[in-house]
């Protein structure tokens, strides 16, 4: 029984529109499923990846309007690393954010910025094996698109002894000085450990709420027996309409949750209309009217484009603020 690598990771935003403007424009993601927080309904719960919603290319945000820029510490990720094609790509992305007002820093592994919440991005040469996974974008090149998240970096206040609970526990294995590499049969995923700043970390606008592991369907309730024989206080398996989940904190403080593959984000939308409508949960379509009145309407650039025939959400962003926008 092996772990597939990464299902996706969960942050938090303070502007719903804002976030999509950044991942599914400026970075080229595909928004592909716009649905409300299961527990939390009246806020947004948003999805993003590459053409199909694959596990592996998934990030996603709650949206809490307004929130406070928080500040990852002890048992919190603090970056979150994705890849692309080839050197000349992070010379492409270099440019194209510069140019869109968003800071980036050259590292000795690629490119850095962060998110407008302040989420920190790197992005690396994905030269280790992973099949791309990788959006749609008319301003993106195909050769130059993201292709799915490579790793992960969180906080710890041992950072450097080896966590047997990721080891022999959920099948990663130790690479020594904090790094981790989980690798299922398709995709790996790179896990490590920095020492913790000083100061606490508070969780807020541009922090991780928490990353998901992706299990076959099959091995789900295993996994779940195996976390709970390993002293963790797992879950009940949680039905989130495009996968079941498990959680559980990890002993470092790092909130972990342990997703099936199936049945993916075409269980409810056309895939060629992923993330255009609003899905309600089940037990929750009864609030659907009144959630309307709620939630912010946003604009998905693909939608703006195509309603706009060549467009691209720059003009889209240009239109009047009392033309009708989109509503799912
Ligand atoms: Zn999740």
């Known amino acids: 029984m092996k772990l597939e690598g990464l299902h996706h990771i969960t942050m938090i935003t303070g502007d719903a529109q804002r976030n999509v403007d950044f991942y599914a424009d400026v970075l080229g993601l595909r928004l592909v499923k716009k649905t409300i927080n299961f527990d939390q309904p009246e806020a947004y719960h948003l999805y993003f990846g590459d053409e199909t919603g694959a596990p592996g290319s998934i990030l996603t945000w709650f949206e809490f309007a ?18 692309v094609p080839s050197p000349a790509a992070l010379d492409f992305w270099a440019a194209r954010l510069v140019e869109q007002g968003h800071a980036v820093a050259r590292t000795d592994r690629g490119l850095s910025f962060a998110d407008p919440d302040g989420l920190a991005l790197e992005l690396v040469v994905a030269d280790d094996g992973n099949p791309p996974l990788a959006a749609v974008h008319p301003d993106v090149p195909a050769e130059h698109a993201i292709t799915g998240a490579e790793g992960a970096r969180a906080y710890s206040s041992f950072a450097p002894v080896e966590e047997k609970v990721l080891t022999d526990t959920l099948g990663f294995d130790y690479l020594g000085d904090g ?7 398709r995709r790996h995923f790179r896990w490590a450990y920095d020492q913790a700043p000083p100061a606490v970390g508070a969780p807020g606008a541009g922090t991780v709420h928490h990353i998901a592991w992706a299990s076959q369907d099959d091995d789900h309730l295993r996994w779940q027996a195996r976390v709970g024989e390993a002293g963790g206080h797992v879950t009940d398996v949680r039905d989130r309409d495009y996968f079941n989940a498990i959680y559980f904190r990890e002993p470092r403080g790092v909130l972990f949750e342990i997703a099936t593959m199936s049945p993916g984000f075409a269980a409810d939308e056309d895939p060629d209309r992923l993330g255009e409508g609003l899905r309600v949960p089940r037990q929750h379509e009864h609030l659907r009217d009144q959630l309307q009145g709620i939630l912010t309407p946003l ?26 926008r989109v509503v799912g």
């Open 299 to 324: 604009v998905n650039p693909r939608t703006a484009r195509r309603e706009q025939g060549t467009g691209t959400i720059h003009e889209a962003a240009a239109t009047p603020s009392d033309t009708p």
């Open 66 to 83: 307004g929130a406070q820029r928080g500040r990852p510490g002890v048992g919190m990720i603090h970056t979150i690393t994705l890849g």
């Open 179 to 185: 790094e981790y590499r989980l690798q299922g049969a």
